[in-house]
């Protein structure tokens, strides 16, 4: 059998599977329970947290067959149907790739015809890339939907979606996870696959993922694949280095020994740019739960050697760089 990715084969099949944000699943399996769901919701966070993901378990407790307390089986055809990916009862249009008018007519035309199943969900993603003729040629339907029809739409930017489509739709925000969520749950999957991760590499982990779900099992694949062995993001640290000790010369001394290293410099700038970036949140007493705990202490005291205008003025040098 080929080797199938973490982040696929754990992928949450039930409500109560969807780490982190059980604020969300809980409201929504209940609304389900008692057919008290919303025609349209808007699912806002960032990438990697479960939007996607809830949607199509929103979509199959809609057309179990045996629906158990507002989860659904995962057993009945309805269910099968949905995991196999050749349901008629779902449509998933990428909105940043069909941002035009044409699409979301197509997509409304659609909406008129009946389906299958008892209730068909149009899952749309990235919806803040639609554009404003698009975005407007949706909201007749969306605030009154044919009644076999639901629509999820997600999104990583709230800020951009119309102000009129949000006012049409229940808002729901996803979280990122905290770093103490995810290396509960990088244990669990090590354990369950029978992994044999180290301590150290579970710790990097969980750091690469920054709170996304996804991005942290896409690094424990990567670890899996190398066999357990990762370097520590030791390039960073040199480069905060420099930084504190406003030593121009060690930095670029710190950049080339890492290119020659093999980091890849696009890897190596963001990697960077994140840890400022968090340094800079914790300068403002802004808690940053995705950081680990030794982390945290660490950029902790960077934050409060190096300041915010510092930091803020680093932060602009490496995002233009
Ligand atoms: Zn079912």
């Not at 929504?28 to 699912?43: C, D, K, P, Q």
């Not at 929103?58 to 995962?74: I, S, T, V």
């Not at 044409?102 to 659609?110: F, G, K, N, Q």
């Not at 629509?151 to 949000?166: E, M, N, S």
Request: charged share 25%.
């Amino acid at each position: 059998m080929a080797y199938q990715s973490l982040y696929r084969r754990y992928r949450p099949r039930r409500f109560s599977e969807v780490r982190g944000q059980e604020h969300v699943v809980g409201a929504l399996r209940n609304a389900v329970n008692t057919h008290t769901e919303g025609h349209a919701y808007l699912f806002s966070g960032p990438r990697g947290t479960g939007k996607t993901s809830t949607a199509r378990i929103l979509a199959k407790a809609l057309n179990c067959d045996n629906l158990q307390q507002g989860e659904p089986c995962c057993e009945c055809t309805p269910c099968q149907d949905m995991e196999a990916g050749r349901s008629f009862d779902l449509f998933e249009l990428d909105a940043a790739s069909n941002n035009g008018v044409d699409a979301i007519r197509d997509l409304i035309e659609r909406t008129a015809v009946g389906s299958p199943g008892r209730t068909k969900v149009y899952i749309l993603d990235e919806v803040h890339m639609l554009s404003p003729g698009a975005s407007n040629a949706l909201l007749k339907t969306l605030e009154e939907p044919p009644a076999h029809v639901r629509f999820v739409l997600a999104t990583t930017d709230p800020q951009k979606v119309l102000p009129t489509i949000k006012s049409r739709t229940q808002h729901f925000e996803f979280q990122l996870l905290s770093a103490q969520e995810l290396e509960t749950y990088v244990r669990w999957i090590n354990t369950d696959a029978d992994l044999d991760v180290d301590d150290e590499s579970i710790a990097w982990v969980v750091r690469q993922g920054r709170g996304s779900a996804r991005d942290t099992l896409s690094a424990l694949d990567q670890v899996v694949a190398a066999g357990g062995v990762v370097t520590r993001a030791e390039p960073v640290e040199q480069l905060f280095s420099a930084l504190l000790s406003r030593d121009t010369g060690q930095a670029i001394a710190a950049v080339s020994d890492a290119l020659a290293q093999g980091h890849d410099p696009r890897v190596l700038g963001k990697a960077f740019l994140d840890s400022l970036r968090d340094t800079f949140l914790l300068s403002l007493g802004v808690a940053v739960p995705h950081l680990m705990a030794e982390d945290a202490e660490q950029f902790g005291a960077w934050a409060s050697k190096l300041g915010t205008p510092l930091l803020t003025r680093a932060m602009e040098a490496v995002g233009s760089a």
